[in-house]
């Protein structure tokens, strides 16, 4: 079994088995036709999803991942392409709603999709690049059932993103970074030796398929609960050390200041902030790196704080403390983030132009120590 440079055992990713989740699934439709009229208030991020699909005809393949029981529903849990990942020589994966509860991320992530799928219809160069230059791999909603039950955890109150088989190497805020003392208690790891739970091994069998060797990916993950600036955190969660890529995303940071200037996301290793166990694309990318495969993990992590600043009734619900309430400030972050999107879709398509080599990634590393390690 190969090692990664952190000394942490990954299995290859050619090792996938989609019988994980069972046999053959039925389609997206078919799942939801057994439980569509019941969704309109407690899941309407799915209903949203489904009309995205049928609006965008074949412009967007839809596959169901796996099936999510709880309460009376059924759930699928859906992946989307856009492009021909057989034949595209990059990929951006977007991902949204690992914590149900964070339901803002999955509306920006469908609202930017709504925006590439309308672009095409009008603008053949637009259209033109996910012929054969890229395709976009995208999960709106990685954990449709505690997003049912407005939930940080899944239906068996796992927390995903603390779910990883990676512990921290230094110590994590009290219970916050991850803990296995009980369920009931938000941030549960799940039981040390306990299977997968099936959302992870879903988002696994999707990297699986779609990370190649020489076809290079970013990840975008949209999250909300921390902060009263928007963040974009580069890994490790686990770790103060840089990451074997970190030129890389200096360089990325660069590239963006360099085109928007004004910008005003707060771009940097999480460790930086805190320190937690189980980090899902801490795990994902040491896996991809230990078979040769360049997968550069972000996450954007709206800063809530602000929300609930500026309207303290959200203080009285605990989805309040992860989404914007206030219909004109919704609207804003609808929106606020389409432009970033935008440029990261870009830079995935145009990777080998921006990463720096030899000499210049040598710089962009002794930079990233100037910019965060030194403080930490």
């Known amino acids: 079994m190969p090692q990664t440079d952190s000394g942490i055992n990954t299995p290859p990713l050619e090792n996938e088995c989609h019988e994980h989740i069972g046999p053959q699934l039925p389609d997206f439709t078919t799942v ?24 965008a005809g074949s412009l967007i393949q839809s596959r169901t991942e796996a099936l999510i029981d709880v309460d009376e529903f059924t759930l699928p849990l859906v992946s989307l392409v856009i492009g021909n990942p057989d034949t595209a020589k990059h990929c951006l994966f977007v991902t949204a709603g690992i914590h149900g509860v964070e339901r803002i991320g999955t509306q ?8 590439v799928v309308e672009r095409c219809r009008w603008d053949s160069h637009w259209r033109q690049q996910f012929e054969s230059e890229i395709c976009i791999v995208a999960v709106p909603i990685v954990n449709p059932g505690g997003m049912l039950r407005d939930s940080r955890c899944n239906p068996n109150g796992i927390d ?19 803990q296995r003392l009980w369920r009931k208690i938000p941030w549960y790891r799940g039981r040390r030796d306990d299977d997968f739970e099936p959302e992870f091994i ?42 074997a890529d970190i030129g890389s995303y200096v360089a990325l940071k660069l590239l963006w200041e ?22 899902i694309w801490d795990y994902f990318y040491q896996r991809c790196r230990a078979q040769g495969i360049t997968l550069l993990p972000l996450t954007l992590e709206m800063g809530s ?10 203080l009285f619900s605990f989805a309040g403390l992860f989404n914007p309430t206030v219909p004109h400030r919704h609207a804003r972050v609808l929106r606020g983030h389409l ?33 965060w390690y030194r403080q930490l």
């Open 32 to 55: 939801m036709d057994a439980c569509r009229g019941r969704l309109h208030k407690r899941l309407s991020e799915l209903l949203s999803l489904e009309q995205l699909c049928r609006q």
């Open 202 to 243: 879903a988002l696994q069998n999707i990297i699986g398929r779609h990370c190649k060797r020489g076809r290079p990916s970013i990840v975008v993950d949209f999250h909300s609960g921390f902060g009263f600036q928007d963040h974009l955190w580069i890994p490790y969660a686990y770790r103060r050390l840089p990451i």
């Open 339 to 371: 432009l970033l999107i935008d440029f990261l879709l870009a830079a995935a398509r145009n990777m080998e132009h921006w990463q720096p080599k030899g000499e210049q990634e040598r710089e962009m590393q002794q930079m990233a120590q100037s910019l």
């Open 305 to 314: 704080w602000l929300w609930v600043k500026k309207h303290p009734q959200q």
């Open 108 to 115: 920006v992530l469908l609202a930017w999709l709504e925006s």
């Open 160 to 178: 995903l993103n603390r779910h990883a088989p990676i512990d921290a190497e230094d110590k994590v805020p009290f219970l916050v970074g991850g």
């Open 258 to 279: 360099r085109n928007f200037p004004h910008h005003n996301y707060v771009f940097g290793p999480q460790a930086m902030h805190y320190l937690s166990h189980g980090d």
